[in-house]
């Protein structure tokens, strides 16, 4: 199934022995926005997914979880129902290899940016709405930032 995208937004839950099975098919995208929760368990089993995926329905992580998906080296990570991010989850986060797509996110501080920056791949942050013009400068440092267009001129 390998280039292929597997959409399973409707399951409200997932066991571990299915998210490994899961994760063994290697699609290109697993889409599992159903979820409202994850926890360390699942979280290494998903985490072994090499493709893109989507978390969208969490709308909080414990660090745990970060610390897991994190390690991960799967090419994309999809947290667009996360509306905030603290320093801890945006260090663990930022370990991420691959690229990590925080779209829901709509304001950050200047030490949740310093630790995002920090990151290798590629970060989307297009749903920030507020920001002051620290937090900006430090986040345009970032070769790979997708933001707001109302925040790509300005400095």
Same mark, same amino acid.
């Given at each position: 199934?390998?280039?292929?995208?597997?959409?399973?937004?409707? @399951?409200?839950?997932?066991?571990?022995?299915?998210?490994?099975?899961?994760?063994?098919?290697?699609?290109?995208?697993?889409?599992?926005?159903?979820?409202?929760?994850?926890?360390?368990?699942?979280?290494?089993?998903?985490?072994?997914?090499?493709?893109?995926?989507?978390?969208?329905? @969490?709308?909080?992580?414990?660090?745990?979880?970060?610390?897991?998906?994190?390690?991960?080296?799967?090419?994309?990570?999809? @947290?667009?129902? @996360?509306?905030?991010?603290?320093?801890?989850?945006?260090?663990?986060?930022?370990? #991420?290899?691959?690229? #990590?797509?925080?779209?829901?996110?709509?304001?950050?501080?200047?030490?949740?940016?310093?630790? #995002?920056?920090?990151?290798?791949?590629?970060?989307?942050?297009?749903?920030?709405?507020?920001?002051?013009?620290?937090? #900006?400068?430090?986040?345009?440092?970032?070769?790979?930032?997708?933001?707001?267009?109302?925040?790509?001129?300005?400095?």
């Amino acid at each position: 199934m390998q280039g292929t995208r597997l959409s399973l937004s409707g @399951l409200p839950s997932l066991d571990p022995d299915v998210a490994q099975k899961l994760v063994d098919f290697k699609v290109e995208n697993l889409s599992l926005n159903g979820l409202a929760s994850i926890d360390k368990k699942l979280a290494q089993e998903l985490a072994k997914s090499k493709g893109g995926l989507s978390l969208n329905g @969490l709308t909080s992580i414990d660090i745990e979880v970060a610390h897991e998906l994190g390690q991960s080296e799967m090419v994309r990570l999809w @947290l667009d129902g @996360l509306e905030s991010i603290d320093k801890e989850l945006a260090q663990e986060l930022a370990e #991420l290899k691959g690229s #990590l797509i925080l779209n829901g996110v709509t304001s950050i501080d200047k030490e949740v940016a310093q630790e #995002l920056v920090k990151k290798k791949g590629g970060l989307y942050l297009k749903g920030l709405v507020s920001i002051d013009g620290d937090t #900006l400068k430090i986040l345009k440092s970032h070769p790979y930032i997708a933001l707001p267009e109302k925040y790509r001129d300005r400095k």
